[in-house]
């Protein structure tokens, strides 16, 4: 055998093994692990950390960083790097990390050494075998020598992600139970983690989870696919050690502060405050678009749909004007569309949306909400993928909601009346002609009445303009509008349906 055929037998053989590997432990392992689980008690997880770690403010925590050059694959020609994050401060869940290799799987070892802790009088020596908060994988999504943040998974079962010239904003989540319930929601967390070891060549990497909670445990995959666009391809098996209320698939959570739809009552230099301006739905019958809004109590709506196409929490508006923050860069934090796979039956999406008063409280959260109420001893099997986009977002193919603006204005003196305005722009606006003119499809419920509209060619953008004036009936109720554009029977935008909140007594 020559030197060159010999090197190509061992390389075929490398490949295979490493095929191997991931047959050697796959999904149905974790699958197999959370069945055992469920069948026994519920035990709450030990929280317990060394006093030097929980007296951390955020400030003290964040000096804690692991050292790049203990990351684990650097230097072995793979595209994909992981680094890991320290417990302390409120990440207090302890995370066990394993490898899949071609030998099997391995236990990652927490070990001290391998973090910074900056200016912290911390000792090392006493945290061995203290275990990981979570981890983040890095990959050169802008610039192929720099190795950015791509993932991340700390806290509860939380999880980011980021596309080209992204920024993190909002978040997904394994799993939400009973969010907004007066009864109180459950967190489930991810006990364990397994990470396939990828090849050189591979672009997509392969994450497993275990899931625990007191009423349910799953199995969870997540196939990443970083990219302009990053994709997390998700599967996931649910066993159900109790009932639950009110289960939330494919949760997503993010934080709005104010916007043009919504004014900030304090004076502050930036015009916009949010990680998403709105709720995007994709269904058989029609595109929704629901403005978010701060209302002053809990505020919850929902969507029902038989399975749904898509939906997700969007930040649509990119213009860094509209922000002016260099810091948070709110024009950079990614969209991120749901895309489930399968049929999911009927049921709901719903919103929730909670007072807030700064920008640090994650204050708005969608999720699948399946009609069919999970029981004791059942098991559900759930796939979906999440997009994580900023430069190519999903949109309707009809004209969709580019702004929407509120106000009084126009009127000599103030009365009780509201105004709304609403651009439409894309689509098939973008094709008609000059003499055409679409007709606006105006709603309000019983809890006002329309007092005033217009429709008005928006010549700087190419689409047009609806003006609404409102009044409420009654301030401590909800009224929900809606506006669409027709052209003859035909709805040729999406549906904008806001809603605004009660004025608490």
């Not at 069948?39 to 030097?52: I, N, W």
């Not at 394994?174 to 364990?192: Q, Y």
Request: hydrophobic share 35%; no cysteine.
């Amino acid at each position: 055998m020559t030197r060159k055929a010999l090197l190509a037998t061992l390389l075929l053989a490398a490949g295979t093994l490493t095929s191997h590997a991931a047959l050697a432990f796959d999904f149905n392992d974790v699958a197999r692990r959370a069945k055992t689980l469920a069948d026994k008690p519920f035990v709450r997880p030990d929280t317990q950390l060394p006093k030097v770690l929980t007296d951390l403010n955020y400030d003290q925590y964040k000096q804690i960083r692991y050292k790049p050059d203990k990351a684990l694959w650097r230097g072995n020609k793979s595209p994909f790097e992981v680094q890991f994050y320290h417990p302390g401060l409120y990440f207090n869940q302890i995370v066990k990390m394993n490898l899949v290799t071609v030998d099997g799987v391995r236990k990652i070892p927490f070990q001290p050494e391998n973090f910074d802790y900056g200016s912290n009088k911390i000792d090392p020596g006493k945290l061995q075998d203290l275990g990981f908060a979570g981890f983040r994988v890095h990959y050169p999504l802008n610039d192929k020598n720099v190795e950015d943040e791509l993932i991340a998974f700390q806290g509860a079962s939380y999880f980011r992600a980021l596309g080209k010239d992204q920024v993190y904003g909002e978040s997904a989540r394994g799993l939400a139970i009973d969010t907004g319930e007066l009864s109180g929601e459950e967190f489930p967390v991810f006990r364990e983690f397994w990470i396939e070891w990828p090849r050189p060549e591979d672009h997509e990497l392969t994450i497993y989870a275990l899931l625990d909670s007191r009423r349910v445990t799953g199995a969870y995959r997540f196939k990443v696919r970083p990219g302009d666009s990053t994709a997390t391809e998700i599967k996931a098996r649910l066993y159900f050690r109790d009932s639950i209320g009110k289960l939330g698939i494919a949760p997503l959570t993010s934080m709005f502060l104010y916007a043009s739809n919504q004014p900030s009552a304090n004076e502050d230099y930036r015009p916009e405050v949010h990680d998403s301006e709105g709720l995007s739905i994709e269904s058989d019958s029609e595109w929704v678009w629901r403005p978010l809004v701060n209302p002053k109590r809990l505020l919850m709506t929902s969507f029902g749909e038989l399975n749904p196409r898509g939906f997700g929490l969007m930040q649509r508006d990119r213009l860094f004007a509209h922000y002016e923050d260099l810091d948070t860069r709110y024009d950079r934090k990614p969209s991120v569309w749901v895309v489930p796979k399968g049929d999911w039956g009927r049921g709901r999406i719903e919103l929730v949306q909670i007072p807030t008063k700064d920008a640090t409280n994650d204050n708005v959260v969608a999720y699948w909400v399946p009609e069919q109420t999970p029981k004791a001893g059942g098991q559900m099997d759930l796939e979906y993928t999440l997009f994580w986009q900023a430069n190519q977002e999903t949109r309707p193919p009809l004209a969709w909601v580019a702004q929407t603006r509120r106000g009084r204005g126009w009127t000599d003196t103030p009365d009780d009346t509201l105004r709304y305005v609403i651009d439409f722009q894309g689509g098939p606006l973008d094709f008609m002609k000059p003499d055409e003119r679409p007709v606006a499809g105006l709603w309000v419920n019983d809890n006002g009445e329309i007092v005033d509209r217009q429709l008005v060619k928006n010549d700087v953008t190419g689409g047009w303009r609806v003006i609404m004036r409102v009044r409420r009936s009654d301030d401590s109720k909800p009224l929900e509008m809606r506006a669409v554009l027709r052209k003859g029977d035909d709805n040729i935008s999406e549906t904008w349906a806001y809603i605004l909140p009660p004025e608490p007594h």
